[in-house]
């Protein structure tokens, strides 16, 4: 019996798959999306054991296992730890945003960690590692981080 696929070359399809999903952001992604959208307000969780304050807001250090159940309000202030560029466009680069597109990791003034979101009004070659930061809040917020629309220099 002779092989019926003989002699045909095997092909590779690019294509995306788009998968709608929803997850249950829990009470402490809740409270600091509610409050960024309600009221422009920036809130870390502080733990009462080693005194670190987490932005994103976590529920339980990851150090000292505490349970972190103080919110400490921030500055919409920071410095930028360090950034990156993309020149080009895809996937995780939102429609609404140019191309070149900053990414820094930002510490906000109060907190111990940093937050990664948009550097805006800026070009890329005049981000420096250390300049100060201000947060930019989004004329219609919808409860997500994108409620910041950006971070720009602070003049
Ligand atoms: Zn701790």
């Known amino acids: 019996m002779s092989d019926p696929f003989k002699g045909i070359e095997p092909m590779v399809y690019q294509s995306k798959i788009n998968v709608p999903y929803s997850w249950w952001a829990g009470d402490t992604a809740s409270k600091f999306y509610i409050t960024l959208r309600d009221e422009k307000i920036i809130l870390g969780t502080k733990c009462e054991t080693c005194n670190k304050v987490f932005l994103p807001p976590r529920k339980v250090c990851p150090s000292c296992f505490t349970e972190n159940r103080e919110w400490v309000t921030l500055a919409d202030e920071g410095t930028v730890l360090s950034f990156t560029v993309a020149r ?68």
Request: net charge positive; no cysteine.
């Open 88 to 155: 080009r466009r895809f996937a995780a680069i939102p429609n609404n945003k140019k191309v070149p597109v900053i990414w820094g990791l930002i510490k906000l003034d109060g907190a111990d960690t940093a937050m990664l979101h948009y550097l805006d009004e800026i070009k890329p070659e005049n981000v420096t590692i250390g300049m100060r930061v201000k947060a930019v809040f989004s004329e219609v917020r919808q409860g997500t981080i994108r409620d910041i629309s950006h971070f720009k220099p602070v003049q």
